[in-house]
């Protein structure tokens, strides 16, 4: 056994301290030790446990008002801006085609094709006979004027028949 030199004062109170909870005093000196060491304490300069304990609700109250902060700051607007997506992307999928609804136009579209491609040989054949009836028309009305140029010019000298074959190009339309 080994003896510690401490102030008359100091161990006044350590044996106070070892009566109330009925420690030895090396029990207590071993056991403090053992706390230090356990905690990683420096007993001359730590602090009381009040002390620690207010740093401790110092720095949790830093922590909480950091995520305040934060919730504030960015969470409330992308919460906001997440709605705003919701309800807009909602009310564009009203707008939205099904795809009944696109199976239903293309039906109505191959319909469609299906009338074009029964009416095209009847257009063409339409076209044709417009054709032929200008190509008619256009060679009466060269007669018709040649037949009046003669009248008129009854002896070819103003050049008029002439004239009416260059423009309707030896028979052809104007």
Request: with cysteine; proline share 3%; aromatic share 4%.
């Amino acid at each position: 056994m080994k003896t510690v030199g401490i102030p008359e004062a100091v161990h006044a109170r350590l044996k106070r301290y070892c009566a109330r909870h009925g420690l030895g005093l090396g029990e207590c000196i071993a056991a403090s030790l053992n706390y230090f060491e356990r905690h990683g304490l420096n007993p001359q300069t730590h602090e009381s446990p009040a002390a620690e304990m207010n740093r401790l609700i110092k720095r949790v109250d830093q922590v909480i008002a950091f995520i305040r902060k934060q919730e504030s700051d960015l969470l409330r607007p992308m919460t906001e801006a997440v709605s705003l997506s919701e309800a807009r992307i909602e009310r564009s999928l009203d707008t939205v085609a099904t795809a009944q609804q696109l199976q239903l136009l293309e039906e109505h579209l191959a319909s469609l094709v299906r009338q074009l491609n029964t009416l095209l040989p009847a257009a063409a054949a339409a076209r044709a006979a417009t054709e032929r009836l200008l190509e008619a028309h256009a060679r009466r009305e060269l007669e018709a004027l040649q037949l009046l140029g003669r009248l008129v010019d009854a002896k070819n000298k103003s050049g008029f028949l002439q004239d009416l074959a260059k423009l309707y190009g030896e028979g052809g339309q104007p």
